[in-house]
Structure formats: C-alpha cells, structure tokens
C-alpha cells in the first residue's frame, strides 16, 4: 500500500503543481489537499479491495469513481484552493485518471 500510495502521491502532486501554475492558483494549499485527499482515499481503496476481492474490477471501478469524486469536494469544498467546482471537478479526474492509468501498468 505505501508503495501505491508513494506513486501516486507523486504523480497527483506533479499535475496539480503543473495545474496550480497554468491556472495561477496557489500551489502549497492545493498540494496539500492532493496529499490529504490521497492519504484517505487511497486507504478507503485498499479497505474496499481488501473486502470485496472477488469483485476487484467492479469494486476498483465504483472505488475510484467515488475517490475522483471525494476528491473533487475537497479541492472545491477548502476555499484556499480557489477553484471552482467545475475546476476542482476537472483537476481531481486529470489527476485520478492519470495516477489510475499509471497504476495499472505497474506489476505492483
């Protein structure tokens, strides 16, 4: 688990540090709330897999639509971030898609 979450943290953080820069939002408060975020979901994740491991693809599909969207409400819902729903909605499945897509490449 703390490798994943390592991965993804990484890659998470890099594309919110490249959106906070090309939108000029503040890049401390935003990358912290990708690591908060991730902390939790990620945790949620591997209890649900953990749980439900004879339905991983279903359980990986509803898990991670539910983290793009816990995610979302966090980067709108803490207002030192100063994005929009749209653009917290926006960020949260860029970074989920990507860190997703990453990840399912990985023999991890």
């Not at 898990?63 to 207002?79: D, P, R, V």
């Amino acid at each position: 688990m703390i490798q994943t979450l390592t991965i993804t943290i990484v890659i998470e953080g890099s594309l919110c540090l490249v959106y906070s820069i090309w939108q000029k939002k503040p890049i401390r408060p935003i990358l912290l709330t990708s690591l908060l975020g991730n902390i939790i979901t990620q945790s949620l994740l591997w209890v649900a897999l953990t749980l439900f491991f004879h339905h991983y693809l279903a359980t990986l599909l509803i898990s991670e639509t539910l983290i793009w969207l816990i995610e979302a409400m966090l980067y709108h819902g803490l207002k030192w971030n100063h994005l929009s729903m749209g653009d917290a909605i926006f960020l949260s499945l860029i970074t989920n898609l990507s860190s997703f897509g990453f990840g399912w490449y990985l023999p991890i």
